[in-house]
């Protein structure tokens, strides 16, 4: 259904509208049982707050009726679905973007198994693969079912902080550059210069996240579990490992974001003009600027995994047992050197098959929560004020 945000008329209408794979897969199946656990509890709460009835109700009419003129003046400030009440829209925003972080991650993550595994330089004979599904195909049948889930639990750890603070950080700054630059009006340079300070955000977070769960998703990661892999790069790497690619990842992550918002918000003005709740057009935005963005910066992405997996220790034999990849200017020479122009661009087939329902998912899932939140709080608002009176 399209629902048409807050209707200002008196006259109201619903419209229907490890090398050992056991070991892996043992270790994988757990986290993602604690996970689905941990997420199941959380989304019957949000969801048990949420009141209002978004679709799938009968068509309902009420007649008109008179009302006061402060009950009319009541309905002519509610705040729209863009506008949210004062006070409340750094909360709502946090709370849309973690679950939808959330969601984003989890339900791609073996796509982007995939990917990594499709990036390394020097694949083991036994991790050469063709395509994602054959790829999918044959980590499932070798290694076990659960072996694509592995690093799942730390990467929702991360995501859920890691897209409250992106969303809520782009959601304020997009509209106080808005004001500045072009008021009354939406502008694709405060679009993109929002999208690229929360990435800032973003990164710090989830860095250490990401360095832990690429190492786990290569072929015969030599980690049992998350704590494992963790105490180990502290202990051999020190701290400084977890944000080692943090620099290339801004370099990559700032033009993909900025690429992103700005198809967002211009395919938005297209599809769905007065900005209501629409979730076929925020769907299919989401999807097409993801696809847009991460086609852009797969190079990127390359030099990003090689700084975070180290693949270079299984190469650099006889020229010292301590060699890192220690920068993207160092990581890019070594890709050049082993794959050429076109190893800038392995895995560019997974990585777009990952971000476009990837983004699709988090946008649609991030504007249901905002929607499905602000009206649950205008209609709280409103009895309140309806009680007071009485």
């Not at 700084?307 to 270079?312: A, D, H, M, P």
Request: aromatic fraction near 8%; include cysteine; glycine fraction near 10%.
């Amino acid at each position: 259904m399209e629902a048409d945000g807050f209707v200002r008329r008196r006259r109201m209408t619903a419209e229907t509208t490890g090398n050992d794979p056991g070991v892996a897969g043992a270790s994988a199946g757990a986290e993602v049982r604690w996970l689905g656990g941990r997420f199941w509890g959380v989304s019957e709460s949000i969801v048990g707050s949420l009141t209002p009835r978004i679709g799938g109700e009968t068509e309902l009419q009420t007649v008109d009726f008179i009302r006061s003129a402060q009950d009319a003046q009541t309905e002519d400030t509610e705040p729209d679905y863009e506008g949210l009440p004062q006070g409340a829209s750094t909360s709502t925003h946090m709370l849309a973007g973690a679950v939808a972080g959330i969601m984003e991650h989890c339900l791609m993550f073996p796509i982007d198994c995939v990917k990594t595994r499709m990036q390394s330089l020097q694949p083991d004979p036994a991790a050469r693969y063709r395509n994602v599904m054959d790829a999918l195909r044959r980590i499932v049948a070798t290694e076990g079912v659960w072996r694509p889930m592995r690093g799942l639990n730390v990467t929702a750890i991360g995501a859920g902080p890691a897209h409250a603070l992106y969303f809520a950080s782009y959601e304020k700054l997009k509209k106080t550059l808005s004001d500045v630059i072009h008021p009354g009006a939406n502008s694709h340079l405060a679009n993109g210069t929002a999208g690229c300070a929360a990435t800032l955000l973003h990164d710090a977070v989830m860095n250490p996240a990401e360095v832990v769960k690429q190492r786990m998703q290569m072929y015969n990661s030599p980690y049992g579990g998350v704590m494992d892999c963790i105490r180990a790069v502290w202990q051999k790497e020190g701290p400084a490992a977890f944000y080692r690619s943090y620099t290339t990842q801004l370099t990559m992550n700032v033009p993909f974001q900025a690429l992103h918002f700005m198809t967002y918000e211009y395919l938005q003005e297209l599809l769905n003009p007065h900005r209501q709740y629409n979730p076929s057009s925020h769907m299919l935005s989401g999807a097409l600027a993801g696809a847009i963005a991460a086609a852009a910066t797969t190079p990127l992405d390359v030099c990003k995994t090689l700084l975070n997996t180290q693949e270079s220790l299984t190469l650099g034999q006889g020229q010292g047992a301590h060699r890192h990849i220690s920068g993207l200017a160092h990581a890019f020479r070594t890709v050049y050197r082993l794959g050429g122009l076109q190893g800038f661009f392995k895995g560019v087939q997974a990585r777009i098959i990952y971000q476009m329902p990837s983004t699709a998912i988090s946008w649609s899932v991030y504007e249901f929560f905002k929607y499905g939140l602000t009206k649950h709080q205008h209609n709280k608002r409103r009895a309140q004020h309806m009680e007071a009176e009485i």
